[in-house]
């Protein structure tokens, strides 16, 4: 496509306003006659040199090169237009805006014009006078009535922003983002009835919408109404009888209402939905496990429940599992969680410090010398590891090893008399079984003298 094809195309985009009629006119084998006279060439390479170096981000230059136009025709508004853009890219909002006006001037419904002024507003924060143009933007676009919604919310203007999300919703039925607009205003406003009367007048209208319920659910719960709540989702379940996210209120409700059977189906229910996220299950199962804390008699229902999802656990559930066993005195079955939660987070410190712990308790020592001299490797820095890696090897008769790890690990020890005592006491221990007993009385009293001080 050569550049005067281009320009032609152009000119004619700037002159837009030109009335109909007069396009029957026009010869256009007939060389024009207007302000460009035997500039024509002049103007072109001017105008085309000014795209070109606003394409490259040298808006100076663009701007010098579009005043060089206005010198051979000063009655294009798509110089004005261009003028405009460029001088916003400068951050020369004065010049843009005087410019802008001038080719909206000349083409009053022009929406691209109209619309870099608005940015032009935007960007230096004039809400008032972004306010004004937007509002003629929404007679041509009214895809521009959300963001003039936007800017009411800047203003404060939550009844007209409000006013205006009713009408798109209306027309156009709801979006993502107009209902983020709407609860960020009733966050603002503190007006939680409001928001609540809108998600009943949408189940209303339109009652098998599962998302609105849910919604609603949350609401009433966000706000202390746990009886409407309830009753919200006792009418989703009637509404959808097979709705697997009501269940993630419904057990609690029913755990409340002393319902467990029904809360125990609730939670099956969740933990086995595919369509439900698994963080979402990880906290149904961490609040039943709560609650059989409480309630050891539906231990079984526990182990049953769990059993439903032994291959999709997370790190997480395996944590809560392992403490719940913890305290229920299952040794064992607390370390078998731990460490399926490890095998998931690989580096979490208190992770590796419950297993180490654990092993000790269980008297399994040499996985702890193996699991401990992994651990450091990962945190050299951590005395705890020296210290549980000394008392493993110290169990296993390695006395040697045993002041190795625990001598590094006082190094890395700072004020932690308990612990302190601890090492003192292992490397008494083990300059005893090498019959050091000199060093091993040394120890000694340095361990009873930290006790003393406690």
């Not at 609690?252 to 189906?265: H, P």
Request: hydrophobic fraction near 35%.
């Amino acid at each position: 496509m050569n550049k005067k094809f281009i320009f032609i195309l152009v000119f004619f985009i700037g002159m837009l306003s030109v009335p109909q009629a007069s396009y029957a006119q026009v010869d256009f084998n007939k060389r024009p006659d207007d302000d460009l006279g035997n500039y024509e060439d002049e103007f072109q390479e001017h105008f085309f040199e000014a795209l070109k170096q606003k394409g490259i981000e040298n808006y100076d230059r663009a701007v010098d090169e579009l005043h060089k136009c206005l010198n051979l025709n000063s009655k294009l508004p798509v110089i004005y237009f261009e003028l405009g853009k460029n001088y916003n890219k400068l951050k020369n909002f004065g010049a843009a805006e005087d410019n802008l006006k001038k080719a909206i001037e000349m083409q009053p419904d022009n929406v691209w014009f109209l619309d870099e002024l608005y940015d032009v507003y935007f960007q230096q924060d004039d809400i008032k006078n972004a306010l004004k143009t937007i509002k003629q933007l929404v007679k041509y676009h009214p895809d521009y009535k959300e963001d003039l919604a936007a800017l009411y919310v800047r203003e404060e203007k939550y009844k007209q922003a409000l006013d205006i999300l009713d009408e798109l919703d209306e027309e156009y039925g709801l979006s993502e983002s107009r209902d983020a607009m709407r609860n960020d205003i009733y966050s603002i406003t503190g007006n939680a009835d409001d928001r609540i009367e809108n998600l009943e007048q949408r189940i209303a209208n339109n009652p098998n919408n599962e998302d609105n319920h849910l919604k609603l659910i949350y609401r009433y719960s966000q706000s202390g109404d746990r009886k409407n709540a309830y009753k919200a989702a006792r009418n989703l379940l009637k509404v959808k009888p097979d709705s697997k996210f009501v269940h993630l209120a419904l057990y609690k409700f029913y755990l409340q209402e002393g319902k467990v059977d029904d809360a125990i189906s609730s939670v099956k229910t969740v933990l086995t939905s595919p369509e439900i996220n698994a963080d979402a299950k990880a906290k149904v199962l961490k609040d039943f496990v709560a609650f059989v804390g409480r309630n050891p008699e539906y231990e079984s229902d526990l182990i049953e429940i769990t059993s439903l999802i032994d291959e999709n656990k997370d790190a997480q559930t395996h944590n809560d599992l392992g403490h719940y066993y913890l305290k229920a005195g299952d040794k064992l079955k607390a370390l078998s969680n731990f460490k399926e939660a490890l095998k998931q987070s690989p580096n979490d410190f208190k992770l590796i410090k419950d297993v180490l712990l654990l092993q000790i308790d269980i008297e399994d020592y040499k996985a702890v010398v193996i699991d401990g001299e992994s651990a450091l490797e990962l945190y050299p820095a951590q005395p705890i590891l020296y210290l549980v890696t000394g008392v493993a090897n110290n169990k296993l008769g390695n006395s040697k090893k045993a002041i190795e790890y625990l001598e590094m690990g006082l190094d890395y020890l700072i004020d932690n008399p308990n612990m302190e005592s601890d090492f003192y006491s292992e490397l008494s221990m083990a300059y005893k079984a090498l019959n050091n007993i000199s060093k091993s009385e040394t120890f000694a009293k340095k361990a009873k003298a930290l006790k003393l001080q406690q």
